[in-house]
């Protein structure tokens, strides 16, 4: 009887001893791999689609958790935690959902702590500035430097028919629809939720300055084009709407535009020739459709993206009687606007330095 007795004694010692070592080797393995606080962060990616097995591999090869099967096992069996963790006051169970985004995880993180922050969602944001008067082209380098979306990708679902008509463009892209803001994107972003985006502010900005429904396409697309070409000619706010009136005033005598503008544009971004210092003669004879020097009328597409100073110049331009403006003070940026020829050929000289 006695060796019975001493028999089930060492076995509950030898179950409560596997239990213990089991308990401790379990804790142990949930702790922070390291406690220094100033440890570097390590940035995951977690993808729509990846798995809990495979995020867990990716955490213990870049050493921020010590057990990857342990990760694997806990993270459907979340209210184990409660009996292996010491930081549930400061961190409460919850289930564990593995959410897509970009996170940064220290190795001095509890298990529980990373469950925590990959069940949040939380992105790694990018705040990009588009400036105003951007072309497409300029828009798709900024995105890419950014590591957002490639150029390449963002130009063609600009020129997508389809998708321009899906978003109520009816030009041959998305240039002067791409509203200039300051945005936050996560990186890899797909070009064409980069494009929505942009387009989509535009059509909300624009709807603060005409009633949409009842502005056909022709006048929408007019409206964006002489807009993207005062976007390039003004530089003090308040000459914007001036400027406007001379273009306009210009139109309805189908007398040419003239602006400089639209030369750079068929140099720079449907020639792919660099920026010039200055236009010489030469260059405003450079055919395209675009060149206002040529042709006299609207560009048949915008030459930038014009922001609300530019769009509300056009929309609430004034009237006046200027054909003709130039440079006055080149460092202020500043204009003179004439109403006659022979004014213009008197004030040509006019600029201070």
């Given at each position: 009887?006695?060796?019975?007795?001493?028999?089930?004694?060492?076995?509950?010692?030898?179950?409560?001893f596997?239990?213990?070592?089991?308990?401790?080797?379990?804790?142990?393995?949930?702790?922070?791999?390291?406690?220094?606080?100033?440890?570097?962060?390590?940035?995951?990616?977690?993808?729509?689609?990846?798995?809990?097995?495979?995020?867990?591999?990716?955490?213990?090869?870049?050493?921020?958790?010590?057990?990857?099967?342990?990760?694997?096992?806990?993270?459907?069996?979340?209210?184990?935690?409660?009996?292996?963790?010491?930081?549930?006051?400061?961190?409460?169970?919850?289930?564990?959902?593995?959410?897509?985004?970009?996170?940064?995880v220290?190795?001095?993180?509890?298990?529980?702590?990373?469950?925590?922050?990959?069940?949040?969602?939380?992105?790694?944001?990018?705040?990009?500035?588009?400036?105003?008067?951007?072309?497409?082209?300029?828009?798709?380098?900024?995105?890419?430097?950014?590591?957002?979306?490639?150029?390449?990708?963002?130009?063609?679902?600009?020129?997508?028919?389809?998708?321009?008509?899906?978003?109520?463009?009816?030009?041959?892209s998305?240039?002067?629809?791409?509203?200039?803001?300051?945005?936050?994107?996560?990186?890899?972003?797909?070009?064409?939720?980069?494009?929505?985006?942009?387009?989509d502010?535009?059509?909300?900005?624009?709807?603060?300055?005409?009633?949409?429904?009842?502005?056909?396409?022709?006048?929408?697309n007019?409206?964006?084009?002489?807009?993207?070409?005062?976007?390039?000619?003004?530089?003090?706010?308040?000459?914007?709407?001036?400027?406007?009136?001379?273009f306009?005033?210009?139109?309805r005598?189908?007398?040419?535009?003239?602006?400089?503008?639209?030369?750079?544009?068929v140099?720079?971004?449907?020639?792919?020739?660099?920026?010039?210092?200055?236009?010489?003669?030469?260059?405003?004879?450079?055919?395209?459709?675009?060149?206002?020097?040529?042709?006299a009328?609207?560009?048949?597409?915008?030459?930038?993206?014009?922001?609300l100073?530019?769009?509300?110049?056009?929309?609430?331009?004034?009237?006046?009687?200027?054909?003709?403006?130039?440079?006055?003070?080149?460092?202020?940026?500043?204009?003179?606007?004439?109403?006659?020829?022979?004014?213009?050929i008197?004030?040509?000289?006019?600029?201070?330095?």
């Amino acid at each position: 009887m006695k060796k019975i007795i001493s028999f089930f004694v060492s076995l509950i010692l030898l179950v409560v001893f596997i239990a213990a070592g089991s308990y401790f080797y379990i804790s142990s393995q949930l702790k922070p791999v390291s406690s220094d606080e100033n440890a570097e962060a390590v940035r995951i990616e977690v993808s729509n689609g990846d798995s809990v097995r495979k995020i867990g591999n990716l955490l213990k090869a870049n050493n921020v958790i010590k057990n990857e099967k342990l990760f694997y096992i806990f993270a459907s069996r979340s209210n184990l935690m409660r009996y292996f963790s010491k930081v549930q006051a400061e961190y409460e169970t919850q289930r564990f959902v593995l959410k897509s985004g970009i996170y940064y995880v220290k190795p001095n993180m509890h298990v529980q702590e990373i469950y925590n922050l990959l069940s949040s969602g939380r992105q790694e944001y990018i705040s990009v500035s588009i400036p105003e008067g951007y072309t497409m082209r300029q828009i798709g380098e900024l995105l890419e430097a950014k590591d957002i979306c490639s150029k390449n990708d963002f130009l063609e679902i600009c020129r997508d028919t389809n998708f321009l008509v899906s978003k109520g463009i009816t030009l041959d892209s998305a240039e002067g629809f791409l509203f200039p803001d300051t945005y936050f994107f996560i990186p890899k972003s797909s070009a064409r939720s980069v494009a929505e985006q942009l387009i989509d502010t535009f059509f909300l900005r624009i709807s603060t300055l005409i009633d949409l429904e009842k502005t056909t396409n022709k006048e929408l697309n007019d409206l964006v084009i002489l807009a993207s070409i005062v976007e390039k000619e003004y530089r003090v706010p308040e000459e914007a709407p001036i400027i406007a009136s001379v273009f306009k005033n210009r139109l309805r005598r189908n007398i040419g535009l003239y602006s400089c503008a639209t030369v750079v544009y068929v140099l720079t971004d449907i020639q792919g020739k660099p920026h010039p210092s200055r236009l010489l003669i030469e260059d405003t004879r450079t055919e395209s459709p675009y060149n206002t020097y040529l042709y006299a009328g609207l560009t048949p597409g915008a030459i930038s993206n014009p922001g609300l100073t530019a769009l509300n110049a056009v929309v609430n331009a004034p009237k006046t009687n200027y054909y003709f403006f130039q440079v006055k003070d080149a460092k202020k940026g500043t204009h003179v606007f004439t109403s006659t020829f022979d004014e213009h050929i008197e004030n040509h000289n006019l600029t201070t330095k």
